[in-house]
């Protein structure tokens, strides 16, 4: 049974950091692309970062920067390391693992308000 299970979320001042880990099982992990979206109230799900099985990565312009995705094979975990963080960071963070299916975890609230 695949699980994608998301942490890190919470609320913190702008300016702040906060680190994202998505703790994955039941496919295998290496071979598989994984990214990180977000879902803001009354908007679209948007992609934030991806990182391939090869380890190339992929940006939002928005977090260009300021975010880091990683992945830890041996751990089959993904990361999504946020500094700088702004209000308009603030949503619900998805996991999302790709290749031969598409898996999703059931996401992070990240709220950043002083």
Known sequence: QVHLVESGGGLVQPGGSLR???AASGFTFYTYAMSWYRQAPGKER????SVGSSGSTVYADSVKGRF???RD???NTAYL???SLKPEDT???YCNAR???AYWGQGTQ???SS
Do not use: G
């Open 68 to 70: 880091t995705i990683s």
């Open 73 to 75: 094979n041996a751990k």
């Open 91 to 93: 949503a619900v963070y």
């Open 81 to 83: 390391q946020m500094n």
């Open 110 to 112: 990240v709220t950043v």
């Open 20 to 22: 994202l880990s998505c």
């Open 99 to 101: 290749f031969v299916y």
């Open 46 to 49: 948007e992609l934030v970062a």
